[in-house]
């Protein structure tokens, strides 16, 4: 299959985003597929981006482990990632500002120097920002992508802003574009375009979108990264799509509004990250509690605490099972892509109206936040709207009507407010089935009893209407991956790896994590090989879930809690590694140390200091094996001292400046 | 305009007498309630009675209406949202000043910063009562509670003037010992569009033994008949506010006419949203999509 990987590195305010957005739409009009993932406030200094956009003729579902084109907007970005670039790939840069260091390049990787303000001199005077675009057009003709269709984007993209501002960013493109032609030879990819038109979409979006589509009518957040951006959709399209948003003053506020607008009858959502659902917790368990419909979306970010806010992970899971005091009925799906996403969300309101209750979404930072091209029929508009058993209108002279009455499945037929005869309360206090308190004077132990197992009852029906989990890949494998959530795709990539290596390997994804197929799953489980639970977080929390609901201890984790997300290679070399019995090894790797270097760079020294040779030191005086790093002068390449670095705690033990460095 | 038709007070009578205990100023506050809806015509099926955790906040309990009875502190949030959802229903907050004033503080003034269109009626006792006797948030300086046996070192909460400057376009306070007129300040209220607090001296018989009904009954007195007092006037509100010592007013202090934050939902001019069809208009969701190509 024919693929490219473009990183485009950059600082903030750079545009960045803007120039990789065009390139993904190209794509995608192309009727090629798109991934993309900002890795973004992260290892570049002064909060700098690095954004990868892989493009390949069939499916993508992770970012992949490859870099075959590197846009770069500042001189970090040629330091950090010109040595990842592999060979017969391209290093873009503006010669004008940047230096392109030889030595950091593979072989036949080819550097690009744009001379920009040349390029753009026939063109008046543009704006800094523009370089972007020059090398856009460049990268456009080096990988071979389709010129005017590039320039299609951009007039949709600056439409609002009017003709000027087209025709200056299409004939800066295409100066780029030009200049490549007269000075490069294109890097030889060959596409074939279907011009099926698929969207570009985040996991967000697709919540937001999936929400409106399945006829949610209230949304409520407080910015958290990284859910706010199902708010700003939701803010952007309220008032065509006739919806109320809220932000509000805080969590609580949040979800008690979403529990109050689900109550009184419209389909209500609200989402936050781990940190915001700490607070809506008690909530939720209201909601269970008074049996009313409610979605709220947990797109999880590195934690503890406030943790990391750019960063993703898989952490939260332990929070959410365990949020509220007390059992009380609900549903958590994690969804495992961006078209599940909108399926999910879909899902979710149904469950929520039909069952009375809350449904969590777990997602993350990766699976929110990245784009990515989806078939155009995971978007439909006819998605199944089931609300449930409601009454219309109550007769008084048949009794009081009972808001919660006793029924076999548990689940009593909900009366609206402003329905006739109808009127009860909904109490967070435990009641009978009129909604009379049974918390004090009428306390009643059978009552309690009866009803506490009324609520739980309604999870025994939604959990024979979700469908159980299935293995993917050869039943008789030698090794089986379980996953949940946004590591679905990554997982998938890294069991074709892995078969291409010889490896059998298969899949288990579990989208269902409450209530659980725990017959299916231990079913499966029995007849696996060997079992490796891979998850993005520290103490590996759904293997734990796993066990306690099956009694299964799976044979090996694959964990990760840096805050980048998987990517194929890091699980096949460590699956590669489990099957060979290797102890699993926690010490710095020798790109880590260099990432260590950097940050001790960011905080103490100056821009002029950039990592040079790595060696590893056998102890020296300390209690651990190395890592030396050599310091050098970004202007003169000279060497400008050493730190040390511990290879197995990580800790920056020495900066040794070169006066006393020897 | 519609001719009201009031309803009698039998109209809302609970499937359970309250659990208070004998004397309770709720009593009076749950009639006083049930006097304004009974005024203004109020169908059961059209109000919402949202309470929070205390004994106040049993309140929906004893009353014929639709009713959340919500978290400790919560109770605006959640009437909030019944409210956005459908905002033809008359929704009716009632609560302690724990709920209100302590744990629910946040709610509160953001509420009152909307100025959306609730009506807020807080049994203010200065006391937590259902957990036998601990300060509240209005428990007065030196007051000797079961959680300040050496005196109260915070000086209480004033309502009055926070829901002054914090937007509210109702501001009254009520005596549960004067049942009449408080049912006029609820009915004011409910029939006012925008925030209504109704603060209301609702004594604790049994754990609050300084302000007690003979305390207040000494010193109450009526806003409406002191001379010249306009409740239109915000900076006259806010003298009147910090009022408290041998003579302590009742009665309204503030009512203005502001927009209120139902008017800025572009949504809610279709008609409340519960009645909205489900499904954006095929048209829409096209563009939607279209967007991310």
């Not at chain 1, 947990?298 to 939260?316: I, N, Y």
């Not at chain 1, 506490?452 to 299935?470: C, N, S």
């Not at chain 2, 309803?7 to 499937?15: K, V």
């Not at chain 2, 949202?50 to 639709?66: M, T």
């Amino acid at each position: 299959m024919q693929e490219v990987t473009v990183g485009i590195g950059g600082a903030a305010g750079d545009g960045l985003d803007k120039t990789g957005d065009t390139l993904a739409k190209t794509a995608a009009r192309l009727g090629l597929y798109v991934y993309a993932y900002n890795s973004y406030q992260s290892v570049i200094r002064g909060g700098h981006i690095w954004l990868r956009v892989r493009i390949g003729e069939q499916k993508l579902t992770s970012h992949g482990d490859h870099l075959n084109v590197l846009i770069a907007l500042n001189q970090d970005s040629i330091e950090r990632h010109a040595r990842e670039v592999e060979p017969g790939g391209a290093v873009i840069y503006n010669s004008d500002k940047l230096k392109l260091d030889p030595t950091l390049l593979r072989d036949n990787v080819l550097p690009v120097p744009l001379p920009v303000s040349a390029i753009t001199k026939p063109l008046g005077k543009v704006p800094p920002v523009m370089q972007n675009t020059v090398a856009l057009g460049a990268l456009l003709f080096l990988i071979g992508l389709d010129f005017e269709t590039a320039a299609s984007v951009l007039t949709d993209t600056f439409k609002h802003k009017g003709q000027a501002v087209i025709d200056q960013n299409v004939a800066i493109a295409r100066a780029g574009y030009e200049y490549a032609r007269e000075h490069f030879v294109p890097l030889g990819y060959r596409w074939t375009y279907t011009h099926i038109r698929r969207p570009f979409i985040t996991g967000n979006e697709a919540f937001a979108i999936g929400a409106v589509t399945a006829g949610c009518k209230f949304y409520s957040a407080y910015p958290m990264t990284p859910a706010s951006s199902i708010l700003h959709w939701m803010a952007a399209h309220a008032e065509r799509c006739g919806i109320v948003v809220k932000q509000c003053e805080d969590e609580l506020a949040v979800v008690n509004m979403a529990i109050g607008a689900g109550y009184a009858g419209v389909r209500a959502m609200c989402g936050t990250s781990g940190g915001g659902f700490a607070l809506m917790t008690e909530a939720i368990g209201q909601a269970g509690m008074i049996e009313a419909p409610v979605v709220v979306i947990e797109v999880q970010r590195g934690g503890p605490s406030t943790g990391l806010p750019t960063k993703t992970e898989q952490g939260d899971l332990n929070q959410v099972f365990g949020a509220s005091q007390g059992d009380y009925p609900r549903v958590i799906i994690a969804p495992g892509d961006v078209a599940d996403c909108f399926a999910t969300v879909v899902e979710a309101f149904n469950l929520a109206e039909k069952y009375q209750l809350p449904v969590i979404i777990m997602s993350d930072l990766l699976l929110s936040e990245h784009p990515e091209t989806i078939e155009p029929e995971a978007l439909r508009y006819d998605v199944p709207i089931e609300r449930g058993e409601l009454v219309t209108e109550w007769d008084e002279s048949q009794g009081r009507y009972k808001r919660y009455a006793f029924t076999r499945s548990g689940v009593s037929p909900r009366a609206l407010p402003g329905t006739e005869g109808a009127a009860h309360v909904a109490a967070t206090d435990d009641h009978d089935e009129e909604g009379i308190l049974i918390s004090d004077v009428f306390t009643s132990p059978p009552v309690r009893r009866k009803i506490h197992e009324k609520r739980m009852r309604k999870l025994e029906a939604v959990l024979r209407e979700l469908p159980p989990p299935v293995l993917e890949g050869p039943e008789d494998a030698e090794v089986t991956l379980i996953g949940w959530g946004s590591t679905k795709g990554v997982i998938r990539e890294a069991v074709e790896k892995l078969a291409s290596e010889g490896i059998r390997a298969n899949h288990l994804h579990i989208k269902y994590l409450f209530p659980f197929h725990a017959r299916e799953v231990s079913e499966i489980l029995r007849r696996c090989r060997k079992t490796i639970c891979v998850e993005a977080n520290y103490s590996g929390q759904f293997a734990r879930y796993l066990r306690a609901e099956t009694g299964i201890s799976v044979d090996a984790h694959i964990r990760k809690y840096d805050g980048e997300p998987f990517e194929p290679h890091q699980i096949v070399e460590q699956v590669k590694a489990i099957l060979q019995g290797k102890p699993r090894t926690l010490d710095v790797t020798e790109d880590e140390a260099r990432e260590i270097a950097n940050h001790y760079i960011r905080t103490h020294l100056d821009d002029d200091a950039r990592p040079g040779r790595i060696s590893r030191l056998e102890r020296d005086g300390f209690e651990e094996p190395l890592w030396n790093v050599e310091i050098i002068s970004r202007e003169t390449g000279q060497r400008r001292g050493r730190l040390l670095i511990g290879v197995e705690t990580g800790s920056t033990y020495r900066w040794q400046p070169e006066e006393s460095a020897s | 305009m519609a001719t009201v038709i009031a309803l009698p007070i039998e109209t809302y009578a609970g499937p359970v007498d309250p659990d208070w205990c004998p004397g309770c100023g709720d009593f009076g506050v749950l009639k006083a309630v049930k006097m304004a809806a009974g005024k203004l015509g109020i169908k059961p099926k059209d109000l919402v009675i949202v309470s929070g955790i205390g004994c106040s906040s049993n309140l929906p309990g004893f009353i014929h209406a639709y009713g959340v009875h919500s978290l400790h502190g919560r109770a605006i949030a959640v009437a909030q949202g019944i409210k956005l959802a459908n905002h033809d229903l008359h929704v009716v907050v009632t609560g302690g000043d724990g709920d209100g004033y302590g744990i629910g503080i946040g709610h509160f003034i953001h509420a009152m910063r909307r100025n959306i269109d609730l009506t807020y009626v807080v049994m203010n006792n200065q006391i937590y009562g259902l957990t036998t006797g601990q300060a509240s948030p209005t428990t007065m300086k030196d007051v000797r509670t079961k959680s300040t046996p050496r005196g109260n070192a915070e000086p209480p909460i004033n309502p009055i003037a926070l829901a002054l400057v914090s937007g509210a376009t109702y501001v009254a306070r009520g005596f549960s010992g004067e049942p009449e007129h408080l049912a006029q300040l609820i009915a004011g209220g409910i029939a006012h569009r925008g925030f209504a607090l109704i603060d209301v001296f609702s004594p604790c018989v049994t754990y609050n033994k300084v302000n007690t009904y003979p305390w207040f009954k000494q010193r109450v007195y009526k806003l409406e008949e002191e001379a010249g007092y306009d409740p239109s006037d915000v900076m006259a509100a806010l003298r009147k506010s910090f009022e408290w010592g041998d003579r302590i007013p009742i009665g309204l202090f503030y009512k203005d006419e502001h927009p209120i934050y139902e008017d800025s939902e572009p949504a809610l001019r279709r008609g409340p949203l519960v009645r909205h069809p489900l499904r954006p208009e095929r048209a829409v969701f096209e563009e939607l999509i279209e967007e991310l190509m």
